[in-house]
């Protein structure tokens, strides 16, 4: 069931996170915040904090972080609705009935995480399939180990074929919604067929921070490896935006800094995919990337909420090329104006 927004911000202003986590877990007072142990995993020293003002919770320990809503669907382990009605019932608010549209709309969104779910897990086989040893060779040769891999779920886009589109349509999903996931697109050149978005690329799931498979980025293969010798092709191609991705918003590699990021460990924005998993893997955790385009101010917005009160300053980290340092400028330009105390950015250069 899909609600209006202004009904969950009018709930989340009326109660307080504090004392609807207060009645559940003992917390204290830690100047304008509250602090507690965390209700999701076992510790001695509490590092979950509660903010009033900001309206969420969020464990520097485990990574666990949300609002009221989340925290009585994963601590109380209640649907959605429930927790939005009892949240509506301390606020003194009745909850509105959807209309159809939004109600289809949800299950739009929905349906959309199921299809980029089974997509992934289809890239991934055919990445390990022994047809295929010569992709994963590349991978491996480019320095990543095969946990890196795994962790990041890696796949391959094969070149030939529809067997993608034939599984998903078997498991119920309908074609209209393989082409608004931007797994298919419609063919200007045959009309009424479809062909696959992405081919003979390797794929790199993008999730939101929760670790929802939300959209995909494909990179070309070089021609040693398969990949086109003219060099026309872009080196990379993203899905579009659906209901669930917004790529000025998401960040790639969010959901799996997160964690290091709320330990305290220095967050660090890159220019791609394949920095964040090359960082990841040399061991700096609280690596993320925009994702193909310029740093937007949601996105840096959206960092500084994982951020530890007092360390809210990532370090932006460009190339040395005339690129890097164009993108630096640009990314002054959309941090400037939304500089407040204790959320600003450094920066960092590599050799040219």
């Known amino acids: 069931m899909l609600l209006p927004k202004g009904f969950l911000d009018e709930i989340r202003t009326r109660v307080r996170i504090s004392d609807v986590i207060g009645k559940r877990v003992k917390v204290t007072r830690a100047g304008r915040e509250f602090k507690a142990c965390c209700p999701f995993h076992k510790e001695k020293t509490p590092s979950f904090t509660i903010n009033d003002q900001k309206g969420f919770y969020h464990c520097f320990g485990c990574g666990a972080h949300g609002d009221a809503i989340r925290f009585l669907t994963d601590y109380e382990n209640l649907p959605f609705m429930d927790a939005v009605e009892q949240l509506a019932a301390l606020a003194g608010v009745a909850v509105p009935k959807p209309t159809k549209e939004q109600k289809e709309k949800f299950e739009r969104q929905l349906s959309l995480y199921d299809v980029m779910e089974t997509a992934t897990g289809y890239y991934q086989h055919?990445?390990?399939?022994?047809?295929?040893?010569?992709?994963?060779?590349?991978?491996?040769?480019?320095?990543?180990?095969?946990?890196?891999?795994k962790s990041f779920r890696l796949g391959y886009a094969p070149g030939e074929g529809d067997e993608l589109k034939q599984i998903l349509i078997k498991k119920g999903f309908p074609l209209d919604l393989l082409v608004e996931a931007g797994l298919l697109r419609h063919s200007t050149q045959r009309k009424g067929e479809v062909y696959a978005f992405f081919r003979d690329r390797i794929i790199f799931p993008v999730t939101d921070f929760q670790g929802r498979?939300?959209?995909?980025?494909?990179?070309?293969?070089?021609?040693?490896?398969?990949?086109?010798?003219?060099?026309?092709?872009?080196?990379?191609?993203?899905?579009?935006?659906?209901?669930?991705?917004?790529?000025?918003?998401?960040?790639?590699?969010?959901?799996?800094?997160?964690?290091?990021?709320?330990?305290?460990?220095t967050a660090i924005v890159v220019e791609g995919y394949m920095d964040v998993i090359a960082l990841a893997q040399a061991g700096f955790k609280a690596a993320v990337a925009p994702l193909g385009t310029a740093l937007t101010e949601s996105q840096i917005e959206e960092l500084w909420k994982f951020m530890p009160e007092g360390e809210k300053r990532p370090v932006l980290c460009f190339d040395g090329d005339a690129a890097g340092q164009n993108a630096a400028a640009r990314a002054v330009d959309r941090v400037l104006p939304i500089l407040k105390p204790d959320h600003s950015v450094a920066f960092a250069f590599l050799p040219e």
């Not at 055919?126 to 891999?149: C, D, S, V, W």
């Not at 003219?230 to 998401?250: L, M, W």
């Open 126 to 149: 055919q990445l390990h399939a022994p047809k295929n040893k010569k992709i994963l060779n590349y991978l491996l040769e480019r320095g990543l180990g095969a946990e890196t891999i």
């Open 213 to 265: 498979v939300i959209a995909f980025g494909g990179r070309i293969l070089p021609p040693s490896h398969g990949g086109p010798p003219d060099k026309t092709a872009p080196k990379y191609i993203n899905s579009p935006e659906t209901e669930i991705f917004h790529k000025g918003r998401n960040l790639y590699g969010l959901s799996y800094a997160r964690q290091a990021i709320g330990e305290s460990k």
